[in-house]
């Protein structure tokens, strides 16, 4: 039986990662300029958000009160800044695992950064459609307390829910989450909604709908 001298087995080995050292040295410059270009990517990033002030775009004083209540507009502008570092960094990562060798860990973040635009644009639709339906709400029970109809804040949040469902059923839709589960909650619920309000016109609430349209139609005139 050969044996292979332990001398050569080390000095192979020292041979090969010898051989490697250039491959990984190029690996994680690569890394470390990702990461520089990452961190000038969240200074910039949060730079242009606080420039452009979009906390105006809250609708309320109640909304614009909750972001400077404990600097939570800071952290929001740090936590969009430290998406887009995630976001440069992973690519760099990718290069520096394909310059390594490693293929398969190559692949997984290729999916992770395939993934990361759906994510973003799941948390773009959520946080405008948020915005919407709190402003849209507020502006419909305004108007619904200008004209003197009761219940108007119930109102409101009812139409408030709506729009978060829809709001929901879109961010669910565009993760690629069951969407035939979500289409089919979505037709029901509304349809149930619709059939609902029909029966309570045609059946119990026609008179008082019919008295509230000529109170409102008498107020108008009275105007």
Same mark, same amino acid.
């Given at each position: ?10 000095? &192979?080995? &020292? ?10 040295? %190029? ?9 520089? +270009? ?16 979009? *906390?105006?775009?809250? #609708? #309320? ?9 404990? *600097? @939570?507009?800071?952290? =929001? ?6 998406? +887009?570092?995630?976001?440069? @960094? ?12 490693? +293929?398969?860990?190559? !692949?997984? +973040? ?11 644009? $799941? ?8 915005? =919407? ?23 409101? !949040?009812?139409?408030?829910? %709506? =729009?978060?469902? $829809?709001? #929901?059923?879109?961010? =669910? ?17 509304? #349809? ?25 139609? *008498?107020?108008? !005139?009275?105007?």
């Amino acid at each position: 039986m050969t044996q292979i001298p332990v001398s050569g087995t080390i000095a &192979q080995f &020292q041979a090969q990662v010898a051989a490697y050292l250039p491959t990984l040295a %190029a690996g994680l410059v690569v890394l470390a300029l990702g990461i520089v +270009v990452g961190w000038v990517a969240k200074r910039a990033v949060m730079r242009a958000l606080l420039w452009l002030r979009l *906390d105006r775009l809250g #609708g #309320g004083h109640s909304w614009r009160a909750a972001f400077a209540k404990g *600097d @939570v507009r800071s952290a =929001l502008y740090s936590l969009a800044g430290n998406v +887009v570092m995630i976001m440069i @960094v992973l690519v760099f990562l990718d290069n520096a695992l394909q310059i390594w060798g490693l +293929v398969v860990l190559s !692949r997984l +973040v290729d999916q992770v950064l395939f993934y990361l635009p759906t994510v973003g644009m $799941v948390a773009l639709i959520g946080g405008i459609g948020v915005l =919407l339906a709190n402003t849209l709400a507020e502006r419909v029970e305004d108007t619904l307390e200008e004209e003197g109809i009761g219940r108007a804040r119930l109102v409101s !949040r009812i139409f408030k829910s %709506a =729009l978060l469902a $829809v709001v #929901g059923a879109l961010a =669910l839709w565009e993760l690629n989450f069951g969407r035939q589960i979500v289409l089919a909650a979505f037709l029901i619920g509304f #349809g149930a909604i619709g059939v609902s309000f029909a029966l309570a016109v045609g059946l119990g609430s026609s008179r008082a709908i019919q008295r509230a349209w000529d109170l409102m139609i *008498d107020r108008k !005139r009275e105007d």
